[in-house]
């Protein structure tokens, strides 16, 4: 199928690849031209595990343009812009959706399918069909799930599909199956039902997830007064299949660019409905969350003494989860920066999410390694849960370090391995 794809950011990129991948003719477009220069030479312009590799086997199948008059030999048209959180309020911005659908317009007529991929709050497909329907052309809502360092294999092999579509629509649930054929034919669950819910599953998923996390962090409040240790409870509660093992990490919880601006903006969207109250308790999922933030800081004061200017603390871990370079409303980097901000000297470091922390945060010492970050540290604390920090060998930080305390702000180290080779270790919630 011929197939474009509007925004070319996170999701817009991988998915353009996907579709090609899953043999379909895609055009890619996007506003910013560094960005489509770079997808046009086969690179990714953020980090994301197996993008590279499929940006490079495309087999011709993938181009990308500033130019949107070329999505008129598309019959399907993707809308994979982003809807951040609005300044200076908790609703989604939503000008670039808004933006490119108008874009598209001129370009689509009977026999097209808009196909929008973006998180949205409730009521914006209904409201855009009208739009595109006065073109002659139909609309789709398709949500989508995939998680940033999976993201390839989440849109190859999808959990399951939604389609929002107008009630009896059939044509445009054909398209889309066409669209997917290839994950439909491996058994993956595909749900076709109207606008709303299918926009309600997106948001309503990423609240459950953001209850969880914060759920467990509310635990690790209690434990933390309590003795327990958060971690057992969170293995023992979670062999409960009811309940599930996954999403009950406790840490410095939850952040990057859609779980905290999701819950927000739903809200927001409920109060608009007049049914504030249903998501209230969204408020305390987000205040749970963030305090685990400054109970870092807080464990860091009471290591070092509220004299905190002029101390050196290393931080392992930037970005807002291992495999990512994002670090928009990232725990790891918040912490940092406000250890900054006290005048603590903050040597950190990232696998991947140095330059991009830098961009935000120009003030916090960048180092290019786990050696060089606890170099002459007072304090060591571990934020992102990156592979090469939890396997550390606490003997080896030890000999590059004088410091010997580590708060583990993932709860992912061994706290009897660190012990046992003279670490003072603190996890969050864990005794
Ligand atoms: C999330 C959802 O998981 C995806 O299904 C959804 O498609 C995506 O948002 C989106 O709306 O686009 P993502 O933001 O990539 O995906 O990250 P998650 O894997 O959900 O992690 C979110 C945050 O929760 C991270 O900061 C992670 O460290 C934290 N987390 C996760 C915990 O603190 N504890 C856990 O047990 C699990």
Redesign the pocket.
């Known amino acids: 199928m011929r197939i474009s794809v509007i925004g070319c950011g996170y999701?817009g990129a991988v998915h353009a690849a996907c579709m090609a991948e899953l043999g379909h003719d895609v055009i890619g477009v996007d506003v910013d031209q560094s960005k489509i220069d770079a997808l046009s030479e086969g690179r990714a312009p953020f980090f994301e595990p197996g993008l590279p590799e499929l940006l490079k086997a495309e087999h011709g199948r993938l181009r990308f343009t500033t130019d949107i008059s070329e999505v008129s030999h598309a019959r399907v048209h993707f809308v994979a812009v982003g809807t951040p959180q609005t300044e200076g309020s908790n609703a989604a911005d939503m000008r670039f959706v808004d933006a490119a659908v108008d874009a598209l317009l001129p370009h689509i007529g009977p026999g097209h399918l808009v196909v929008g991929k973006s998180?949205v709050p409730v009521g914006t497909a209904a409201r855009l069909a009208e739009k595109v329907e006065a073109t002659g052309a139909e609309l789709a809502w398709n949500p989508?799930?995939?998680?940033?360092?999976f993201a390839v294999s989440d849109t190859l092999t999808p959990d399951r599909l939604v389609y929002g579509v107008r009630r009896g629509d059939d044509r445009a649930s054909e398209v889309l199956d066409e669209v997917y054929r290839r994950p439909l034919s491996t058994g993956t669950p595909r749900i076709v039902t109207d606008y709303a819910t299918a926009e309600l599953v997106?948001v309503s998923?990423?609240a459950f997830?953001a209850t969880k996390?914060s759920f467990?962090n509310a635990m690790a409040e209690i434990a933390e007064v309590t003795g327990a240790d958060v971690t057992t409870l969170a293995d023992a509660i979670g062999h409960d299949a009811r309940i599930g093992r996954?999403?009950?990490?406790a840490?410095v919880?939850?952040?990057?660019?859609?779980?905290p601006k999701?819950i927000r903006a739903f809200q927001a969207r409920a109060e608009e409905l007049g049914v504030g109250h249903a998501l209230a308790f969204l408020d305390h999922v987000d205040r749970i969350n963030v305090r685990r933030r400054a109970r870092v800081v807080e464990m860091v004061t009471e290591e070092l003494g509220s004299e905190l200017k002029g101390a050196i603390v290393a931080v392992l871990g930037l970005a807002?989860?291992p495999d990512s370079d994002d670090v928009r409303d990232s725990?790891a980097l918040d912490i940092a920066s406000q250890l900054a901000l006290r005048g603590v000297k903050v040597q950190a470091t990232d696998p991947e999410a140095i330059e991009t922390s830098r961009a935000r945060v120009p003030l916090i010492d960048y180092r290019p390694n786990t050696r060089g970050a606890v170099e002459g540290a007072d304090i060591v604390l571990l934020l992102t849960e990156w592979r090469e920090f939890r396997a550390l060998n606490p003997a080896e930080v030890g000999a590059w370090t004088s410091a010997r305390t580590i708060i583990d702000g993932r709860n992912c180290l061994d706290a009897s391995q660190w012990r046992a080779n003279g670490w003072k270790y603190r996890g969050l919630g864990r005794s």
């Open positions: 999701l998180t989508e799930f995939l998680r940033e360092g997106k998923a990423n997830l996390i467990i996954r999403f009950l990490n840490g919880g939850f952040g990057g660019g859609c779980l999701d807002f989860k725990p």
